[in-house]
């Protein structure tokens, strides 16, 4: 599987499809991310919060894929704010993954009721600079979030990982990124498959192109630039949402994938969370 990449403001490159371990089972992890890496995946995305960042070690360890060959993301979790915190959670991170680094670590949510966001950069930009995180980023920061880090700190990120799926295109948060040079993460990119799969309309693309309706979003997303990285637990699944780069949308399917917003979210808003 030849997987794109995108060219991130730090100069890396991320693979535009990965696998993502939300809600895997800890003692599952290690067998499902085995089968994503068979199927050629070589893009892990985790967190302190998913609780199963040894199974994720486990399988590197067992795959014997050189490291240079794999990206990982493990994010901040969220009572782990402050600039210290954020370097010594790292820390634990790199010890449940059996790793030295990571690929990019990500402030997982902003709080900002808690209003800790701007210190806990600094601790990713500390942790950047001793090596132990390669990349760094946030997830589900609002444009208010990151005009601050860009106001108070010396580092843009180099991602944002925000809810992004057919049901929720959030087109002014993805204009400002493209301005700001920020690659964006959807994540649920599939909507976490409930009923927005079943859309007639997807449907209807996915017969005609001989793809199913995930594939038909997942390939969506990669030709708006998105990085994306589903999960599933099934195996054949995990191979299908792999098989998404050896067929096209026309415009005219992709705008119709994006007539399906409805602005609902699956997860709780970011200026609220936390
Ligand atoms: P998703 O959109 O990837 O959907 C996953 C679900 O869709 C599966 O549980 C399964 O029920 C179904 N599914 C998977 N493949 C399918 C297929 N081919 N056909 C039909 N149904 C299929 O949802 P997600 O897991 O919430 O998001 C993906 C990843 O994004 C997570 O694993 C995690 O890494 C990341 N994430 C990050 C945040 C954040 O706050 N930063 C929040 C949620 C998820």
Redesign the pocket.
Known sequence: MTVPTIKLNDGREIPQL???????EPGDTAEKVRAALDVGYRHI???Q??GNEEGVGKAIADSGIPRDELWI?T?LNNDGHGRESAVSRLDESLTKLGLDHVDLY?I??PRPKENRYVETWQGLEDAQKAGKALSIGV??FQPGHLDRLAAETSTVPAIN???F?PHLVQRELREYLQQHDIAL??????????G??DAPELKEIAERVGK????VV?RWHIQLGNI???????P???K??SEIFDFALSEDDIAAVEKLHTGER??PDPDDFG
């Open positions: 990965g696998f993502g371990v939300f809600q895997i995305d985790t967190a919060m998913y993301t994010k990500l997982h949510w997830s589900n990982q925000i809810e799926h993460e959807a994540w649920s990119p599939i909507g976490q498959g409930k927005l799969l199913s309706a995930a594939q997942l994306v990285f589903p999960k599933s637990n099934n054949e699944r995990i299908e949402n699956i997860g």
